[in-house]
């Protein structure tokens, strides 16, 4: 069973709708939650970072972390087509060794104009 | 643009062959980390380079090396290469000033795309 469990879609939804994005995780020692943006090809950019629980919301964007049932999400409000993306969830431990980070397969998100 | 820098952009060698990566991070940050990402493994972790000093390692095969250098860019090595070498790597760089609890954020590079024929 992999540490971080995400549904690989693929996800088409129209343009304005409400996108969510899920994550699950199995280490408890995982402290930080990210969500990271991928278009095709290129790096990975950083939207959302939150430590521990709680929501935190940027924009459109919306996070939630949820450690008592080790599940993340990313709400995406009225979604654009540039938004059409790879999505990927990251968490990472606090000390030493524990930086790195563990990402999820991604989902693949399409909005249709 | 994150501010990390990788070359080359895409490598094409054939098997047995050894090719060096390179990254140099973002102004400031001393932390280095390497990633791998194949379509069947997704994005994992290979190592991490704190102010040249290696501070983790991950799923690295030992045919794979890196070191960080005094101005803080660092280098992947790869040797021996095998067809399932082929996938895209990343380094991401972050401040990291040393302390036992970290609230830094990774940035990523474009990535070099890795082709072993």
């Known amino acids: 069973q992999k540490e971080v469990e995400q549904d690989p879609g693929p996800l088409s939804v129209p343009e304005g709708a409400i996108v969510s994005l899920n994550c699950t995780y199995s280490?408890?020692?995982?402290?930080?939650f990210m969500w990271y943006r991928q278009y095709s090809r290129k790096g990975p950019e950083l939207l959302m970072y939150?430590?521990?629980?709680g929501n935190k919301e940027d924009g459109r964007f919306t996070a939630q972390v949820d450690k008592s049932s080790k599940y993340i999400s990313l709400f995406i409000r009225d979604s654009q087509p540039s938004d059409s993306a790879t999505y990927l969830c990251?968490?990472?431990?606090?000390?030493?060794?524990?930086?790195?980070?563990?990402f999820g397969s991604g989902t693949q998100l399409t909005v249709l104009p | 643009d994150s501010g990390v820098t990788q070359t080359p952009k895409h490598l094409i060698t054939a098997t047995g062959q050894r090719v060096t990566l390179r990254c140099s991070p973002r102004?400031?940050?001393?932390?280095v980390y390497w990633y791998q990402q194949s379509l069947d493994q997704g994005l994992q972790f290979l190592i991490h380079?704190?102010?040249?000093?290696?501070?983790a390692k991950g799923n690295i095969l030992e045919r794979f090396s890196a070191q960080q250098f005094p101005d803080l860019h660092s280098e992947l090595n790869l040797s021996s290469l095998e067809l399932g070498d082929s996938a895209l790597y990343f380094c991401?760089?972050?401040?990291?000033?040393?302390?036992?609890?970290?609230?830094?954020?990774?940035?990523f590079g474009p990535g070099t795309r890795l082709t072993v024929l």
């Open positions: 939150t430590y521990s629980s």
């Open positions: 990251a968490m990472s431990g606090i000390t030493g060794s524990a930086r790195q980070l563990t």
């Open positions: 280490n408890s020692a995982f402290q930080y």
């Open positions: 102004s400031g940050d001393l932390s």
């Open positions: 991401a760089s972050s401040v990291e000033l040393g302390l036992a609890v970290s609230t830094d954020t990774q940035y």
């Open positions: 380079y704190y102010n040249g000093e290696e501070r």
